[in-house]
């Protein structure tokens, strides 16, 4: 079993940036691929960025490429995720996910894909 908790989310203001925690325990995720996704009110939980630890792969949805960075320590076992530039539509709860490869033939940016998941985090932009 993983646990992971988010934490870092906040009210800011439009243009301002955030970073984002994700503290896993339980089981090494060293060789899992972590991911952050997102859902605001009313809309679908949609894939924000993800990496791997072992090839250092990363990987965004077009909506936040050049804004957001994710980052992790696996000494720490902590993900990060860099938010610069915020925007109103970033106003979301942002979710952690490991994925263990369990379901290899499911997208990278598919919710189906990862097995556990944080709480999550709000986050809101003001504008």
């Known amino acids: 079993q993983v646990q992971l908790v988010e934490s870092g989310g906040g009210l800011v203001q439009a243009g301002d940036s955030l970073r984002l925690s994700c503290a896993a325990s339980g089981r090494t995720f060293s060789s899992y691929r972590m991911g952050w996704f997102r859902q605001a009110p009313g809309k679908e939980r949609e894939f924000v960025a993800a990496?791997?630890?072992?090839?250092?792969?990363?990987y965004y949805a077009d909506s936040v490429k050049g804004r957001f960075t994710i980052s992790g320590n696996s000494a720490k076992n902590t993900v990060y995720l860099q938010m610069n530039s915020l925007k109103p539509e970033d106003t979301a709860v942002y979710y952690c996910?490991?994925?263990?490869?369990?379901?290899?033939?499911?997208?990278?940016?598919?919710?189906?894909?990862?097995?556990?998941w944080g709480q999550g985090t709000q986050v809101t932009v003001s504008s």
């Open positions: 996910a490991a994925d263990r490869g369990t379901f290899t033939s499911i997208p990278i940016p598919d919710r189906r894909r990862y097995d556990y």
């Open positions: 990496i791997t630890w072992k090839l250092g792969n990363l």
